[in-house]
């Protein structure tokens, strides 16, 4: 081991024994119950920031009565929390599993690694509970039948991919990828509405409280990241560098579907049209920059390693 990576093995150990110490004081987990009832519920006030609809710009929309669009605003909330509970369960719960059993090969730093990635499992079994919590309780202040939908395209794209790979070194890459991708993405995520003071209290400060904890993961996953990187060969680490870039596409795609079942539920008028009209993602330039910012610090910025994609092209 050259004197470099000695170094930066000390760096990453020291920093997440950092953010352990954090997380005992900061970490959501830690403060105690929301109760939900005991929170101010303004029927005037919007669920949902209209400033993150895809097709808040579509003709249709925007001349459709204010009370249909303040339901479609409710469910906004829906869609935006059952997304994120998906990734919780889906995208990031198997990566922190995956790391709690088996640490990074050549690893000095299992055990923080196992350390941080428990008290990670740990904050995102919470803002599971939290996002099932504050969507069910507008759902039932504002007299709506709950959204069930199951096929978020980046939960679909995430099996087609593990489902393609060929070696279990690829589907181990390919679960961290996307949960480091997402742990970095889901910061920008929740921006918007953990800032907006003027939407319904409960929607601002259940995202601003996952934010806080999420600024906390994108440091922790982009330290253990540093440490794996070092163990992997020159196509491994192309591999997830692909796996990390991709991501983005699937994080900002506008999940349409999800839309059609609430215009269809709302009978929503010119819903076909918003349907037709509105494109597969949305905000795309946000997540692509905060993404390259990762690839750089975690040491995945090399030309060469940017070539590596044939397995990532599954349509959902
Ligand atoms: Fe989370
Ligand atoms: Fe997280």
Redesign the pocket.
Known sequence: MDTHQTEQNDTVAVMLKKLSALWQQRAAVNQGPVHYADLEFDPAKHDFSASLLPFRDHEAWRSAPEELKSRCLSYAWGIYNLKTVYI?CDV?TPACEDLIKVAPANSRNRDVIQDVMSQ?LL??AL?TRMSLLASNYIYARRGLAPLEFTAFNLVEWRRAVLASCNAEWERRLTRFAMACA??TL?TDYLKTMAEDAGIQSVCHRTTKTHAM??WS??SV?SFVATDLVHGLSQRERSYLRAVILKTVEMFANNEMGAWAKVFSMLEFPHAADILADTGRENEIGVYTGSVQALIARIGLDAPELASHGDALEVAV
């Open positions: 919780e990031v990670a904050d995102e803002h997402s742990e889901i904890d999420e993961h994108s996953f």
